[in-house]
């Protein structure tokens, strides 16, 4: 089944198609929020590729946009304003049924909460969503890449936060996904288990290729990363690469 209905280019999109390598092109996108009269500009204009195979880390406070970021680029939310493709494909112009088939077979998503379901066994709540992708992996394989091999079927109750959050991760990987979208996977745990999740995503991105963006405001995490997009008040005010990646266990915060 194709994800695709429309062209991929028109007259109109000339001179913005990304560059070969190059994941997400986005250019001048903003995102306005309307509630009632008040109108609350969560982007400014942004421009931002995403390469294929990368670790990008957006940076910044509660509130500077990079959620709002992250929403539109796993077609969760859609831009006020601006391009924005993947690949060769603008999705401003795709249809509702393109950016679910999207979200379904392109990208997997990890949020600081597991939204694992306690009555079904780690393999189970993998297996949901094998069950609805074109080529996934099996479960189990899903399990044993993140460290869980051991735990096929445990419960939700019977693992520790550090290890659903990596069922969460099993889960979103299993669909093998081209993008890894992941919204402060580390944000409720403590230090050494969320050193623990960063190693199993740094260890996807890196046997897998996954492309893999992670949004945190902890600066410590930046360290792990191929480049580092700190965002403040809806912009983006920096764009560094780190010369020397560290491993996740060489991290302190």
């Known amino acids: 089944m194709t994800i695709w209905n429309t062209p991929p280019i028109t007259k109109h999109d000339l001179g913005n198609v990304p560059p070969t390598g190059v994941v997400f092109h986005v250019r001048n ?12 500009q969560a982007l400014k204009p942004i421009d931002l590729d995403l390469y294929e195979g990368e670790f990008v880390v957006l940076l910044g406070p509660s509130g500077s946009g990079k959620s709002t970021l992250l929403n539109i680029l796993g077609g969760l939310d ?25 979200r379904r077979d392109c990208v997997g998503f990890i949020f600081q909460f597991y939204n694992l379901i306690p009555s079904l066994t780690a393999r189970e709540n993998v297996a949901l969503v094998t069950e609805i992708v074109r080529h996934p992996m099996r479960p189990e394989q899903a399990l044993e890449l993140v460290g869980l091999g051991d735990r096929l079927d445990h419960f939700p109750a019977q693992l520790s936060g550090g290890e659903q959050q990596r069922v969460a991760i099993a889960r979103a990987i299993a669909k093998r996904p081209e993008v890894l979208l992941c919204d402060e996977p580390t944000g409720a745990l403590d230090f050494q288990t969320g050193k623990l999740v960063l190693e199993a995503l740094e260890q996807v991105n890196r046997e897998l290729g996954t492309t893999t963006a992670v949004i945190t405001h902890n600066a410590g995490i930046a360290r792990i990363a191929d480049r ?13 690469c780190n010369a020397q990646k560290l491993s996740p266990g060489e991290l302190e915060w």
């Open 29 to 40: 996108i903003t995102k306005v929020y309307r509630m009632g009269e008040v109108e609350v």
């Open 78 to 102: 859609t831009p006020s304003s601006g391009s924005f493709f993947f690949h060769n494909r603008n999705l401003v112009r795709a249809s509702d049924t393109e950016l679910t088939r999207f």
């Open 228 to 240: 580092v997009v700190t965002m403040r008040s809806g912009e983006i005010v920096r764009v560094e």
